[in-house]
């Protein structure tokens, strides 16, 4: 493990010049903007996006300095190998799944924490560590539009999830963690897990959004990350009937008309790429689905040809 005690070595590995962090970290203001998303409920998405200059220094900060720290196990995103399905299969065929989801996650990250957890005194000088946490953090808490905050985030709940997994190892509960969503499954009563990760949450300065808690018995349909996984991780039907649907129109009326008629203004190849993938990553998850593997012969070739023409 690298350990920076003199500014040099830092920026020399960073590859960015000291005055350009100092200068950056001194007039953060200046390098976010403020951006609005909507959200599937009806609410609204705040993200604080960083200008080209201190994106590029949080991405290097990322690739050179925190992509060397530990991850949890029980962590399933925003590392290598990690993904939707790594964070659904431990759960299918599981009596009973209990979804949880921490309020404000990222908006609730404390400064001390991501100085800790990040940037600690064992690898780096203490005005190292101020001025690196200054650079991925903002406004009292993990800006969303940041490419720092996903890894950071894994390094705040490091310690959560070695609690929250030791206590459910002895006890033959499954739990995973996809950046703020808590999964659990095995034979319990949500009266046991709920009240034990609300504490250890309290104490680290989160809470649960209770509107998001689902207790899911094998009676009803258990979704994990967009997958269900009542037997094996697989795409929801109804998610695979529309997909089918959509590339059967573009193949009757080509992806221009059909992208006339729900209004895409995105260019042709952009929105046939954006189909592959989402018909791809449903292969992945049903690689036995012939129609899926015909879909997607069909929109490589479309794409072929629209980025020929």
């Avoid at 001194?26 to 200008?51: A, F, T």
């Avoid at 080209?52 to 925003?78: C, E, F, N």
């Avoid at 018909?279 to 049903?286: D, F, R």
Wanted: proline content about 6%; hydrophobic content about 40%.
């Amino acid at each position: 493990m690298i350990v920076y005690r003199e500014r040099a070595s830092l920026v020399r590995d960073l590859g960015v010049k000291a005055e350009t962090l100092y200068a950056v970290s001194n007039s953060l203001e200046r390098h976010y903007r403020r951006v609005l998303l909507p959200k599937k409920d009806g609410g609204v998405r705040e993200l604080w996006v960083p200008d080209g200059v201190l994106k590029d220094i949080q991405r290097r900060i990322t690739r050179v300095l925190l992509v060397h720290m530990p991850v949890s196990p029980w962590a399933t995103a925003y590392r290598c190998g990690g993904g939707t399905y790594r964070n659904a299969a431990p759960h299918a065929g599981q009596p009973a799944v209990l979804k949880l989801d921490i309020r404000h996650f990222f908006d609730s990250v404390r400064y001390c924490d991501v100085k800790d957890t990040a940037f600690p005194a064992e690898i780096y000088a203490e005005p190292l560590r101020v001025l690196l946490t200054m650079l991925c953090y903002f406004r009292q808490g993990l800006p969303q539009g940041a490419p720092s905050s996903p890894a950071i985030s894994n390094l705040v709940l490091a310690d959560f999830d070695r609690e929250i997994g030791g206590w459910c190892a002895p006890r033959h509960v499954r739990y995973t963690r996809y950046c703020d969503d808590l999964t659990f499954s095995g034979s319990f009563a949500p009266e046991e897990v709920i009240p034990f990760v609300e504490s250890a949450l309290r104490r680290r300065g989160f809470f649960l959004n209770g509107g998001k808690t689902r207790f899911l018995p094998a009676s009803r349909r258990q979704t994990v990350t967009g997958l269900v996984v009542n037997q094996r991780p697989s795409v929801p039907a109804e998610e695979l009937r529309l997909l089918r649907q959509e590339v059967y129109y573009c193949r009757r009326f080509g992806p221009a008309d059909h992208m006339a008629r729900l209004g895409i203004t995105e260019s042709r190849e952009r929105y046939l790429a954006r189909l592959l993938g989402r018909v791809s990553y449903a292969l992945q998850m049903t690689p036995d689905k012939a129609a899926l593997r015909e879909a997607r012969e069909w929109l490589l070739e479309a794409l072929r040809c629209s980025c020929s023409g």
